[in-house]
């Protein structure tokens, strides 16, 4: 069955860096977007960033502009997000999910994804 896997969460203090890894199995999402989500308790879920089916597209929420950065490797079938400057309202349980319908360039909406990880928490101190 298909499987995503988050990993490299953890606690950290403002300002410091943390690299997310999400390893997907079962098939291939290379025709796919992909896109990390997170939700902190008593919020929605929310877009971080996606990158298109191509891996060239990329779209990121306003809060982590300048300070995210999301990549793919479609042989590999993983996605990674690298955060830089983090600040303690990007504490949350990040989330690695896969679009629902093929060639996309990465939705921000939730619903538009049909596979989800377990999530791997992002706690950062001030």
């Known amino acids: 069955q298909v499987q995503l896997v988050e990993s490299g969460g953890g606690l950290v203090q403002a300002g410091d860096s943390l690299r997310l890894s999400c390893a997907a199995s079962?098939?291939?999402?290379?025709?796919?977007?992909m896109g990390w989500f997170r939700q902190a308790p008593g919020k929605e879920r929310e877009l971080v960033a996606a990158?298109?089916?191509?891996?060239?597209?990329?779209n990121y929420a306003d809060s982590v502009k300048g300070r995210f950065t999301i990549s793919r490797d479609k042989i590999q079938n993983t996605m990674t997000l690298q955060m830089n400057s983090l600040k303690p309202e990007d504490t949350a349980v990040y989330y690695c999910?896969?679009?629902?319908?093929?060639?996309?360039?990465?939705?921000?909406?939730?619903?538009?994804?049909?596979?989800w990880g377990q999530g791997t928490q992002v706690t950062v101190s001030s």
């Open positions: 079962g098939r291939t999402f290379a025709s796919y977007a």
């Open positions: 999910a896969v679009e629902r319908e093929m060639y996309g360039l990465g939705s921000e909406r939730p619903y538009d994804y049909s596979y």
């Open positions: 990158v298109g089916w191509t891996g060239s597209r990329k």
